[in-house]
């Protein structure tokens, strides 16, 4: 339990530590926000005490008992007197503090602001990057739904609790000492009274904010059953429809409704109970200060000026501290959203050796002995082994589950190979000791189901190469067959992925991202079924594009259709994770395993097909 | 530069309407007129009683201070705890009345909505995304019941502040009073000019925002591709350019709110200024009076700038209001007519002791259709006789338009010619509900409630026995789906159903069909990949289900399209050709090309299947 809590706090003390960090380049600007904001609070003080001294020393002609400095300057200005017959020398003043405090405020917002977005920017930007640069696995394992959540809500709860929370709690301390100082100097019994509040209203805050708290989780929660409840509903349409259950749902749906309300109609007599006594504490404090100080007066322990500086700043006073019992309450939650990102952060980005190698990779490829299992995963690959010569072309063929496109995913450096499950050598060197970017960018994937960018189809197609032109784009749609698809959209290539209206199909999205690998010119190409969508004419014309393009390219093409792998230098069956047949086309076919089976099915069905035309 | 989407998304919103669209709220505002009216009321006491803290006060300090005696201040201290009772009270019962009609009234509108929803067609839910629809009837809700109850007591409140404190002032000296007023009209033009550069401001660090949302979206599920494609870099830097602008857009915002909250300080202190100049004289005699002055000039302004920001948040409103009506005011496609609803009911009170029940025949007659947003019939004089108890498979490619017949014998959508009859009778002729509780609907991505497995399997029949759901289960093969989950059938399946695989799901959607026993079943085959076991378990389901109903599936498997009693292929929308299975092969037209290649596929898949 002990160690447990231990572990905690070094665990805060690293995510504040990690805040810290976020922090560079904001620091300076929250510090000279929080030095201006206690300009404007200076000012603040300094109004009421001029009103004071107006009051009592120019207006009532009260023997001033005032710094020697202060007499002086008065007396620059004719005296107290002269003052009092021309108050608009002091209401100038009042304007010029004014402007001060009007600047000061200025700045206060704006280098707070500056503050938060660079804070924010700095969050956003090293997330990013951090998420890009980590491991594949990660993603695997880690929701989407969940990180997004992570890098937005939880950015702004911590954008909150350093731009609102924490300054505004250090500028409301700062407030309460100096008019603390100002009063004090003016009647310490009657400052002690104006105060004596103020422990209660924290009390009262602090206790009741962490009950509206809970409340408010409650309700947060409720509300988002209903939202849930909706979002179900219309996504569930058809099946509510065909089973007539219109009115189960509509009931259902106002049951939870009602509940979700009658949740807020009581939260609102805590909301009430809260504010009113809030309200109730605040104008006591101003009921005391006035009592008190008429009876001061009376007494002639106080001027009137003085009261009425008092009663100025008790008015100052009663706001901010009435935020700073929930701002407290706020301030504990932002812990948990630190922890959240955090916990991204501190996820070990892909990094490679500072010796890692790179070397041609225009080489033989060999996969020696390869054992690989996902995390809490049974083994997928069993002891697989088999070589590529450079230039030629593999072709994989494998059910669903064998294993194939791991193979691929293990070449490109997606999951590492852990040590001694074999090796993966590009010319004799494991793929271990190369640089992971050398290496991909030396590897041109499509994958089955590629992913688009919300971008234009040209964007899209030029990703990986920002110099090239419109021209080079075209010639790889071409090459990939989209180019007469893409120009028969209203907007052609600048038509927007995504766009209400135009979507693209599953064989154009997949070409969309043959001709993306197209203007990387790899050395390596890999395939993986990512013709799955196109019909076997489209098939074949890509496949004579590629070949005569990437004639010197080392392929890996993965199928299920052999027509597609017949070009294949040499083929390689997976069942299972077992490599369990390997040759070239011609061999295999008559080779009596899955591969001639599959041929014959294949084979039967085009030759009936020929047949016909 | 605008993103074309958000761009088309304002244009769908642009809904005209005047006074803020509050006229379109009438219903509503009639209804919770009492608490409005209490709402008011509140405001005004609390009003009052806050500006009497004021009055107070200068009573104080001209009775005692002016005067150097404590006599009455028993009768002060009384007065004033009574003023903060009032006041107490007034706001303790604004606040809770404010909340509770705003919840009401999002209540209201959502029920409103919800219910609405339930009879829209089809068409509404092809023409607008679940987002899109989730958003009107969650967020748009809310902000409408905000406008209408805090932003109104809000607006109420500042200007009886405003008004109230100028009254008051206006009542112990006009001439003072005259002189702090110069100030109002100047600052409030002020405000007026610049809460519209301030609001599009606002709306510009939304869109930003929700663009960076997107991008960390697409980072995340693009990441393998960013991987392979060494993009991280570009990918990065772009982000980067967006992270840029909001950081830009939003310290344009905070400059202008700075200059805004600059200028209401200043104002405040010109007026307090005007009261020591100008009023500093009555000090001398009246302190109390001074400091009252003093008091509301410092509190006039910022009640000046709040009520400009709360008539711009009713402004704001309008865009909501616009949304919401428009969702309301949705005319449903497919309606039943008044004689229709007066006999068998409507689809929450249906009058089922008039329901006939259904036979199970279906028969397409000289049907002509076009979707509603589409521009030329994809039906033509169609007529079909779908004698009960048929199979019927629909064949095509995906994207094909295979899903309308299915919407029109569901009157999902209807005709613009002809008739579709069931049972011999127009099917406009009863009710929607009365057909649709004769349908069984399984869903090629099947969808599951969040809730129980018990519940999901009753939903489509909630008087099934315990025996009746076992059978359910054996007749599709899920006994071990449910032997698998830790409570049994009374496992929570999560949103969605999205704690089983999508194969689960798929077999309790046909135990839940079972269940229902419908006369008329339409099956939209998957074509998801699922482990070859369930891949059978599925198949023989299938089998199972289709007999002794008429049966209308969506069809990707062998064995269902090639047992079937009638086939009908689609392509690019329209029929091209219908017959039986042999006959279609010997006619070596479309038909035969695609189920050549299905063949592949299954084939081929078998062979795997076979190796393990």
């Known amino acids: 339990m002990d160690t447990k809590n231990k572990d905690k706090k070094i665990n805060n003390k690293e995510n504040y530590r990690l805040l810290w960090r976020f922090m560079d380049g904001s620091k300076h600007l929250f510090l000279l926000s929080i030095l201006m904001s206690a300009l404007v609070s200076l000012a603040d003080m300094i109004t009421p005490q001029i009103i004071s001294i107006a009051v009592d020393n120019c207006i009532m002609g009260l023997e001033p008992k005032l710094p020697a400095w202060a007499i002086s300057l008065a007396d620059r200005f004719g005296g107290f007197a002269y003052l009092g017959e021309h108050l608009w020398i002091l209401a100038v003043a009042l304007i010029i503090i004014a402007a001060f405090r009007s600047i000061g405020q200025y700045f206060t917002g704006v280098f707070n602001n500056r503050a938060s977005e660079t804070l924010v920017k700095t969050m956003r930007d090293r997330l990013f990057r951090h998420i890009e640069r980590l491991p594949f696995s990660w993603h695997m394992k880690n929701h989407t739904g969940d990180i997004i959540q992570r890098c937005t809500s939880d950015v702004d709860k911590v954008r909150a609790f350093v731009s609102e929370q924490l300054t505004n709690v250090i500028r409301i301390v700062v407030l309460i000492v100096f008019s603390l100082f100002f009063m004090f100097r003016m009647h310490v019994g009657l400052t002690l009274i104006a105060v004596a509040l103020i422990p209660v209203t924290l009390a009262f805050a602090l206790t009741f904010g962490k009950k509206m708290h809970k409340g408010f989780e409650v309700c947060d929660e409720t509300e988002g059953q209903v939202s849930a409840m909706v979002q179900e509903n219309l996504t569930g349409v058809r099946v509510v429809r065909a089973f007539a259950k219109e009115r189960y749902e509509r009931d259902r749906f106002e049951k939870k409704n009602e509940e979700y309300t009658k949740l807020w109609v009581d939260m609102g007599k805590t909301l009430a109970t809260y504010f009113s006594t809030q309200d109730i504490i605040s104008l006591s404090q101003v009921l005391l200060v006035l009592i008190f100080g008429c009876i001061f007066c009376v007494q002639g322990k106080i001027t009137a000026g003085n009261l009425l500086a008092f009663i100025s700043y008790n008015g100052t006073l009663s706001w901010p501290i009435r935020r700073l019992g929930r701002m407290l309450v706020e301030m504990s939650k932002a812990d948990v959203s630190i922890g959240r990102i955090a916990y991204i952060m501190n996820s070990p980005a892909e990094a490679d050796d500072p010796k890692a190698l790179e070397p041609p990779v225009d080489r033989e490829i060999v996969f020696d002995h390869i054992n690989f299992a996902y995390e809490n995963c049974p083994e997928i690959l069993h002891d697989v082994s088999f070589t590529i010569e450079p230039g030629s072309t593999l072709g994989i063929l494998g059910g669903t589950g064998s294993g194939k496109s791991t193979l691929m995913l293990l070449l490109d450096k997606m999951y590492d190979l852990p040590q001694g499950s074999g090796t993966i050598t590009i010319g004799g060197v494991d793929i271990r000791d190369i640089r992971t970017e050398y290496l991909r960018s030396n590897i041109s994937m499509v994958l089955q189901e590629p992913f688009l960018f919300s971008r234009s189809i040209s964007d899209n197609i030029g990703i990986s190469d920002s110099g090239i032109t419109l021209e080079e784009i075209r010639e790889a749609a071409k090459a990939a067959c989209l180019d007469e698809s893409v120009t028969g959209f209203p907007k052609g290539y600048d038509t927007f992925v995504g766009e209400r209206g135009v979507t693209l199909s599953g064989g154009q999205k997949q070409r969309a991202a043959i001709a993306r690998a197209l203007t990387k010119a790899a050395p390596i190409m890999i395939f993986d079924d990512s013709l799955s969508a196109v019909d076997t004419e489209t098939d074949a014309k890509i496949r004579d594009a590629l070949s005569s393009r990437f004639g010197k390219a080392t392929t890996v093409l993965i199928s299920h259709r052999l027509t597609t792998l017949a070009k294949a230098d040499k083929v390689i069956v997976l069942d299972n994770g077992r490599l369990v047949e390997m040759g070239t086309p011609a061999e295999l076919k008559t080779a009596g395993g899955i591969y001639q089976k599959i041929y014959e099915i294949q084979a039967g069905i085009s030759g009936k097909e020929a047949d016909n035309e | ?209 929700s663009k960076i949302t997107g991008n960390f979206n697409e980072g995340i599920t693009g990441a393998k591709t960013v991987k392979s494609l060494v993009i991280e870099e570009k990918i990065g830097a772009d982000f980067e350019k967006e992270t840029s602008n909001m950081f830009k857009k939003s310290m344009e915002n905070a400059r202008l709110k700075g200059v805004f909250n600059a200028v209401t300080g200043l104002a405040t202190s010109a007026a307090v200024a005007i009261v020591l100049w100008q009023g500093g004289i009555i000090a001398r005699e009246e302190v109390g009076t001074f400091s009252m002055f003093m008091y509301y000039a410092k509190n006039l302004m910022e009640p000046v700038s709040i009520l400009v920001e709360s008539l711009a948040l009713f402004i704001m409103g309008k865009v909501n209001i616009g949304r919401y009506t428009k969702l309301i005011e949705a005319v449903p496609n497919v309606k039943d007519c008044a004689e229709v609803i007066e006999k068998y009911g409507n689809c929450f009170d249906p009058k089922k002791e008039n329901w006939e029940p259904i036979r199970g025949d279906i028969e397409f007659e000289n049907v002509d259709f076009m979707y509603p947003d589409g521009e030329e019939n994809v039906l033509e004089n169609f007529s079909l006789k779908i004698p009960f108890g048929t199979n019927l498979a629909i064949v095509g490619e995906t994207g094909a338009g295979k899903s309308t017949l299915v919407n029109l014998i569901c009157r999902f959508f209807e005709p613009t010619r002809g008739r579709i009859l069931i049972d011999g009778i127009d099917s406009r002729q009863r009710s929607q509900l009365w057909l649709h509780s004769a349908l069984g609907y399984v869903l090629q991505s099947p969808h599951l409630f969040s809730g129980t497995v018990r519940e999901n399997l009753l939903y489509g029949n909630p008087n099934a026995s315990e025996e009746d759901i076992a059978e359910a289960i054996k007749t599709v093969s899920a006994e071990s789906v449910i032997e698998k989950l830790e409570k049994g059938l009374d496992t929570d399946v999560g949103e969605g159903g999205d704690l089983l695989s999508t194969g689960e799901k798929q077999l309790i959607s046909f135990a839940r069909a079972i269940l229902a026993d419908p006369k008329i079943l339409v099956l939209d085959e998957a074509t998801a990949s ?63 090309k695609l189920w050549t290649r299905q063949y592949e596929d299954e084939a081929t898949s078998a062979v795997w299947a076979k190796e393990e």
Not at chain 2, 34 to 43: N, P, Q, S, Y
Not at chain 2, 116 to 126: G, I, K, M, T
């Open chain 2, 1 to 209: 530069m605008s993103d074309p989407k958000t761009r088309e998304k304002d244009e769908k919103d642009k809904y005209d309407l005047p006074f803020f669209g509050i006229p379109k709220m009438k219903p509503l505002l009639k209804k919770y007129r009492k608490e409005l009216f209490w709402i008011l009321f509140t405001i005004i006491i609390f009003t009052a009683s806050d500006l009497a803290t004021a009055v107070l006060q200068r009573y104080a300090l001209n009775r005692f201070v002016g005067t150097g005696t404590l006599d009455g201040l028993g009768i002060f201290i009384f007065l004033y705890l009574l003023d903060i009772g009032i006041f107490a009270v007034s706001g303790y019962c604004n606040t809770k009345i404010c909340l509770a009609t705003e919840v009401s009234m999002d209540r209201d509108m959502r029920n409103a909505a919800f219910s609405h929803l339930q009879e829209l067609s089809f068409d509404y839910y092809n023409q607008n995304s679940v987002g899109y629809i989730h958003a009107r009837v969650m967020s748009d809700t809310s902000r409408i019941g905000e406008t209408l109850t805090w932003n109104l007591g809000d607006t109420c409140f500042f200007l009886l502040e405003i008004i109230g404190s100028i009254g008051v002032m206006f009542y112990y000296n006009a001439r003072l009073t005259g002189m702090i007023l110069i100030i109002v009209p100047v600052i409030s033009a002020f405000y007026a000019l610049f809460q519209g550069k301030l609001f599009d401001l606002n709306k510009q660090v939304r869109e930003i925002n």
């Open chain 2, 530 to 592: 699922v482990d070859t076991i369930t891949e059978q378990k599925i198949q023989s389901a299938i089998d199972k289900i289709i007999k002794g109903r008429t049966s209308l599936v969506i069809a990707h498997r062998l064995s269902t399209i090639k047992n079937a009693d009638l086939i009908l292929v689609v392509s690019d929308g329209k029929i091209v050709e219908q017959g039986k299975h042999d006959e279609l092969l010997a006619r070596k037209g479309y038909y035969y």
